[in-house]
């Protein structure tokens, strides 16, 4: 399965997103800016603009250009505003909602999890991270997942509070969370002109 490897921080700064949208707080070398000259940028041109935009979704999700393209194909046949729509369904990826849950420190890794098959959704087994969740879907850590060091630090007096968006519902001292409604364009938690992604594919 192909996967994308870019450097995270380097590549948030040159998308012009936080690597706090990618689940990474705290400071690293690789963040100094070195030649701030380097960051001053020139006028870009319009189809740079829209094509930066495609690249951050692509980028915070984990997506490759086949699937994304999918997803927007999707969106482009389903009525409503096409790029709201767009992003709503990505943001239902099960990856993203694990993530979003607070079962992963990232998207990446909660991605990984969903593929060694951690998760169950309504009580079975799902090892497909693009899996699209519904209203009323139950999200929880497998019983023989819970034993691992991933999964054992979510629990107990140290564990990090976690707040998740309002369109989920985690229970408390517990690896379980339910999809209480489906997610709007507000609930989408980073900057993002999805109009520009629709006129690079209307082209």
């Known amino acids: ?14 998308l012009g997103i936080s690597p706090a949208v990618m689940g990474y707080t705290s400071k690293t070398k690789s963040e100094s800016i070195r030649n701030p000259r380097g960051q001053m940028r020139r006028k870009q041109s319009e189809y740079a603009l829209q094509l930066n935009e495609k690249q951050k979704v692509k980028f915070i999700y984990g997506i490759l250009e086949k699937q994304f393209r999918m997803y927007y194909e999707k969106a482009a046949k389903t009525p409503g505003v096409t790029g709201e729509t767009l992003l709503t369904t990505i943001e239902r990826r099960l990856d993203n909602v694990a993530y979003r849950l607070g079962f992963a420190m990232t998207r990446r890794e909660a991605r990984q999890a969903v593929t060694h098959g951690h ?4 009580g079975k087994r799902v090892d497909i991270p693009s899996y699209l969740v519904s209203q009323g879907d139950v999200i929880e850590v497998r019983e023989a997942s819970r034993s691992s060091v991933m999964f054992k630090r979510l629990l107990g007096e140290d564990s990090v509070v976690i707040i998740p968006p309002t369109w989920l519902e985690r229970e408390k001292n517990a690896l379980k969370g339910t999809v209480t409604r489906l997610p709007v364009r507000d609930d989408i938690e ?9 006129e690079l594919y209307s082209k």
Do not use: G, W, Y
């Open 1 to 14: 399965m192909a996967r994308n490897m870019q450097p995270i921080v380097k590549r948030c700064r040159q």
């Open 190 to 198: 980073f900057p993002v002109e999805e109009h520009l992604i629709v």
């Open 119 to 122: 998760f169950t959704v309504n």
